[in-house]
């Protein structure tokens, strides 16, 4: 199982670091449902959980640190 927190801040650290895209996906599925999850939308049917609540995490975790 993967380690949400662990993998968010990774995210976010890559993208600090190295201007990588914040959302790490690259297939059009998971790359709109970490960005739904990042905006704050509600989670519906067609979204996948995972890049979905490491979307919400990122925006939680980034919203912290500022």
Not at 2 to 29: F, K, M, W
Request: proline content about 5%.
């Amino acid at each position: 199982m993967i380690n949400l927190i662990e993998a968010v801040q990774e995210d976010i650290r890559c993208h600090r670091e190295n201007g990588v895209d914040l959302n790490p996906y690259s297939t059009d599925g998971s790359r709109r449902s970490w960005q739904n999850g990042f905006e704050g939308k509600p989670e519906v049917l067609l979204d996948y959980d995972i890049p979905y609540q490491r979307g919400k995490l990122a925006a939680q975790l980034i919203k912290e640190t500022k």
